[in-house]
């Protein structure tokens, strides 16, 4: 990130951070009570920041829980059903505290550059008190302090954290240093219900692009159509991707999914027997994949005739325009071979909600 960027970067974070609003303890209380599983509105597992460190977890009180193989394994072993123990003092509200102290950086960085310090030494300012805001997070949690004191002593040589130095000579400059302690960890935020709040966040810091620019995969649009359709996973799919060569591209977040999909015939693969999972996906291609998805749907209108629709697509689209689920773009075109978006996916899952 260059010097001008990051200045950019962190005037719009601080914006952002100083008119956020925090959900209430009441709102935890009545999101863990409801019967329907928790749903973010902006999917953690479109953020590879955050699955590298957590899993899918249908039992999770917010459908993740830490990886015991990523960098949050430490609290791989608590029990994220727990609605008491996620929303507690030691979970959710620590984080939410934890979020609030770090907006004091920013306040931080701005007096220093207003007294003309120069770049080294607001790097080692900010450094310096991004690793005394981390400490004093745990101030509630002795037992999780000496896990993190154990794990800088293991990784650094030493209790305190990471030295500027020690940053430097991993990101290569002094900037980089200053972003890095402005970075966050957007998994653990999405184990404590926390993602949505911080979404503009991980945006900010390049975690991720916004869902209207972001293109969908195929495995992204399988999975979010099976989980708004209530597709059941098959009891023999299992194998269902042995017969693809690239299977062990499917994410394992999206892998269920996948498997049944597959298994019930609904996803198919290429002629080279690839899957191609990560590849990107038509608009058309993803409406007959959505319409397998929902075999018994039920006319509320006329089905729209689009101009741009391919033939062998055609019934599956009157299906699915005459159901209200598809509309295109008002102008007679459905935009057959425009690239389905992220964006347009939630759009689609929001119909099959009303």
């Known amino acids: 990130m260059t010097k001008t960027a990051f200045k950019k970067s962190v005037s719009v974070l601080a914006l952002m951070l100083l008119v956020s609003v925090l959900v209430s303890v009441c709102g935890v209380s009545a999101l863990a ?25 249908p039992t999770a009180v917010y459908g993740f829980a830490p990886s015991p193989e990523g960098s949050l394994k430490q609290y791989a072993e608590l029990d994220w059903s727990d609605p008491e123990l996620v929303n507690g003092e030691n979970g959710r509200l620590a984080r939410i505290a934890y979020h609030e102290e770090l907006k004091t950086l ?11 310090k120069p770049i080294e030494e607001i790097a080692r300012t900010i450094s310096a008190k991004r690793n005394e805001i981390r400490f004093a997070s745990y101030e509630n949690n002795p037992e999780g302090l000496e896990k993190l004191k154990a794990r800088n002593l293991e990784k650094y040589g030493h209790e305190e954290g990471p030295t500027p130095d020690e940053v430097y000579a991993q990101v290569g400059s002094w900037e980089g240093v200053i972003a890095k302690a402005f970075s966050t960890n957007p998994g653990m935020d999405a184990c404590l219900g926390l993602y949505d709040d911080y979404y503009e966040l991980y945006i900010t810091l390049d975690y991720i692009v916004r869902e209207n620019e972001q293109k969908a995969s195929r495995e992204y649009a399988v999975a979010a159509f099976a989980d708004a359709a209530k597709l059941e996973t098959a009891e023999d799919s299992a194998d269902a991707l042995a017969a693809f060569s690239d299977a062990e591209a499917v994410k394992a977040w999206f892998a269920s999914e996948v498997k049944a999909a597959v298994s019930k015939g609904i996803l198919t693969g290429y002629d080279d027997g690839t899957l191609r999972p990560d590849a990107t996906i038509k608009r058309v291609e993803a409406f007959v994949l959505l319409s397998r998805f929902l075999p018994e749907l039920e006319a509320t209108g006329e089905a729209i005739v689009f101009e741009d629709a391919p033939d062998w ?4 689209l009157d299906r699915l325009s005459a159901a209200g689920l598809v509309k295109g773009y008002g102008d007679g075109k459905l935009g057959a071979n425009d690239l389905l978006t992220v964006e347009q996916v939630g759009i689609i899952v929001a119909r099959l909600a009303a």
């Open 106 to 116: 920013y306040t931080l960085l701005d007096e220093l550059r207003a007294e003309g």
């Open 33 to 57: 009570a409801e019967a329907e599983p928790f749903r973010y509105e902006h999917d953690p597992r479109l953020n590879p920041a955050a699955m590298k460190d957590i899993v899918v977890d």
């Open 313 to 316: 697509a055609k019934d599956e």
